[in-house]
């Protein structure tokens, strides 16, 4: 299913839900409760990204779930330098699967090897 955008995304949420151990990537609180749960880019999701990080943008590399509401202001999650992004961008080129695999950091260093 593609819902904001965002393809297959029950099972990038199911993902991140696990991952976070149910908890908000911004405020540290449990996910839901009287909140709607979102999935949230931490690269923007402009036209620009879309061009220049097509496969990452929407990977679970670049998406934290959030109680949306509350992490409006609240600081957001400190995003990568670019050059990794981009890094990360061909990685995912080449390897589609490691999103699932690795974390991004693990990926980058993997990376340096291929």
């Avoid at 965002?6 to 909140?35: E, M």
């Avoid at 050059?83 to 061909?90: F, G, K, N, P």
């Avoid at 690795?102 to 291929?114: H, S, V």
Wanted: charged share 20%.
């Amino acid at each position: 299913m593609k819902r904001h955008g965002i393809p297959d995304y029950d099972r990038k949420f199911a993902f991140l839900w696990t991952k976070q151990s149910g908890k908000c990537a911004v405020s540290g609180k449990q996910l839901g409760g009287n909140h709607r749960v979102e999935l949230h880019h931490v690269i923007a999701n402009d036209k620009p990204n879309r061009k220049l990080y097509p496969h990452y943008l929407h990977s679970v590399w670049n998406l934290v779930a959030v109680n949306q509401g509350p992490h409006d202001n609240e600081p957001l999650p400190k995003k990568p330098p670019y050059y990794e992004v981009a890094q990360a961008e061909d990685i995912l080129v080449q390897m589609p699967g490691a999103q699932w695999k690795m974390t991004m950091a693990e990926a980058l260093k993997a990376g340096m090897m291929i």
